[in-house]
């Protein structure tokens, strides 16, 4: 068998490929690491500068965007102690608002207005831990000028074309809402909600 003729045979393709397989291997979890820590970094920036804008807001009682391009800004910060949620409430239920954080259903009355106030967010995200919610837990909403104070007094799941949590109400509350199920690969249908009563 001359030179050409060993080189391309079928068993020295293989030969080849097992050699530089293992390489090709390892970029390829080179680029899942760096695309992975790109996006972590990418979130916890975004955070860093969301907390800043927001603290900003509070400061001089104004909007404060956290960066250049953004399409949103920080309206209040809310808080549930009792499952760990601490996140910046941005204006708006547009894709990049929600990607960065919850976000305020314009609709309806701003953090630190009386009413309902309707906040969404993300199930794979800032509001998955909403499902430990549970009745009597404490709600805490910062806004601008005030903070506001809630106590749960409803958890349940509902259908994604019941616009009754969304409605204007006589009572003083928030109403925290979030896709369902939690567990659910795709785009759910169903709404997850939560709502507090006011505490004066």
Known sequence: MDYETAVHSPEQRMKN???????????????????????????????????????????????????????????????????????????????????????????????GSRGNIVIAGHRDSFFRPLKDVKVGDRIELESMFAAQNYIVSEVRPTSGDDIYWIEETEADCITLITCYPFDYVGKAKDRFIVRGSIVD
Do not use: C, M
Not at 23 to 46: D, Q, T
């Open 17 to 111: 490929l097992y050699r530089i397989l293992p390489a090709v291997l390892v970029l390829f979890g080179f680029v899942l690491v760096g695309k992975s820590a790109y996006f972590y970094g990418k979130g916890k920036l975004a955070e860093f500068l969301l907390d800043k804008a927001w603290e900003r807001t509070k400061a001089e009682k104004t909007v404060q965007e956290p960066w250049e391009w953004a399409d949103t800004h920080p309206v209040g910060k809310l808080k549930i102690a009792s499952v760990g949620i601490d996140a910046v409430v941005l204006k708006g239920v547009s894709g990049e608002a929600l990607a960065f954080g919850p976000g305020h259903l314009s609709s309806s009355p701003s953090p």
